[in-house]
């Protein structure tokens, strides 16, 4: 069993920045492909960004494509989301999410594990 526990949400002006973690303990000495995700209130859950288990290969939604940056420290099994030139458009609850998995994937449906989200709030 694997457990995922996101911190570092909170409220920021758009244009600021904030930084997400995300502390993977249990059964660490698997590989994981790790994400984050987010959702909205009345909406899905999307895609945000994805990182293979080495760290080489990222991969970006559109939307946050050139602000945000995905990047892990697996001697401490963490997971991080820099996410600079925040929009009020990027208000959501993020979550991250493991996928027993050496190569990263985009979609929700790959992932085996999930965190149980930190809030994300963007003011205009």
């Known amino acids: 069993q694997v457990q995922l526990v996101e911190s570092g949400g909170g409220l920021v002006q758009a244009g600021g920045s904030l930084r997400l973690s995300c502390v993977v303990s249990?059964?660490?000495?698997?590989?994981?492909?790790m994400g984050w995700f987010r959702q909205a209130p009345g909406k899905d859950r999307d895609f945000v960004a994805a990182i293979s288990w080495i760290g080489y290969s990222t991969y970006y939604a559109d939307s946050v494509k050139g602000r945000f940056a995905i990047s892990r420290d697996n001697a401490m099994n963490t997971l991080y989301l820099q996410m600079n030139s925040l929009k009020p458009e990027d208000t959501a609850v993020y979550y991250c999410?493991?996928?027993?998995?050496?190569?990263?994937?985009?979609?929700?449906?790959?992932?085996?594990?999930w965190g149980q989200g930190t809030q994300v709030t963007v003011s205009s």
């Open positions: 249990g059964r660490t000495s698997s590989n994981y492909a």
């Open positions: 999410a493991a996928a027993l998995s050496w190569v990263l994937t985009p979609l929700i449906e790959e992932y085996d594990y």
